[in-house]
T-cell receptor, first 110, second 114 residues
Framework: QKEVEQNSGPLSVPEGAIASLNCTYSDRVSQSFFWYRQYSGKSPELIMSIYSNGDKEDGRFTAQLNKASQYVSLLIRDSQPSDSATYLCAVNIGTYKYIFGTGTRLKVLA | DAGITQSPRHKVTETGTPVTLRCHQTENHRYMYWYRQDPGHGLRLIHYSYGVKDTDKGEVSDGYSVSRSKTEDFLLTLESATSSQTSVYFC?????????????FGAGTRLSVL
């Protein structure tokens, strides 16, 4: 059974701090990894994709991938109350097939 | 929204009745998906399609059927709805972005089976 594990949270951080969200996956052959943000009552929206070991930065967001440890993380710098949402980790497990973690709920405190 | 429209957006129905949810896309994507999302379970794949009349089961396909007679439409049918099928249903497409393929989601359908 291929799995994606995330801490459900809530993860609470003060405004302006760095939020760190983590995800582990079981399928060693996975090559593509994604972070989605989902506001309550809304659909998931893509924030970042990452394919290579190391860091990938986009604005305030940094995705980090370590394939040897089967670990992917998302850092949000200068967290804002508008970042409060559930963050879903997704892993590509084959041709156009994906599995999702249950999500981590982030609360940014003003 | 990547040109994805789901209908209806909300539906309340009774146990034992048939229900069809529609997903319509405007950008000719080959791959389309149906997921359900429940608290504690995250997004779980019901069925997916890789072309007209080409579909396959996901991890939670029991009680659901799908059809894709046109590239732009992917229908999810609950033949006889049960209370356990109360959920939020998301349609998704997989878009090729250079060497990447990325999933984009519709707005979702909230289904209540009473």
């Amino acid at each position: 059974q291929k799995e994606v594990e995330q801490n459900s949270g809530p993860l609470s951080v003060p405004e302006g701090a760095i939020a760190s969200l983590n995800c582990t996956y079981s399928d060693r052959v996975s090559q593509s990894f994604f972070w989605y943000r989902q506001y309550s009552g809304k659909s998931p929206e893509l924030i970042m994709s990452i394919y290579s070991n190391g860091d990938k930065e986009d604005g305030r967001f940094t995705a980090q991938l370590n394939k040897a440890s089967q670990y992917v993380s998302l850092l949000i710098r200068d967290s804002q109350p508008s970042d409060s949402a559930t963050y879903l980790c997704a892993v590509n497990i084959g041709t156009y097939k994906y599995i999702f973690g249950t999500g981590t709920r982030l609360k940014v405190l003003a | 929204d990547a040109g994805i429209t789901q209908s209806p957006r909300h539906k309340v129905t009774e146990t034992g009745t048939p229900v069809t949810l529609r997903c319509h896309q405007t950008e000719n994507h080959r791959y389309m998906y149906w997921y359900r999302q429940d608290p504690g379970h995250g997004l779980r794949l019901i069925h997916y399609s890789y072309g007209v009349k080409d579909t396959d089961k996901g991890e939670v396909s029991d009680g659901y059927s799908v059809s894709r007679s046109k590239t732009e439409d992917f229908l999810l049918t609950l033949e006889s709805a049960t209370s356990s099928q109360t959920s939020v249903y998301f349609c998704a497409i997989s878009a090729d972005m250079g060497e990447e393929n990325i999933q984009y989601f519709g707005a979702g359908t909230r289904l209540s089976v009473l």
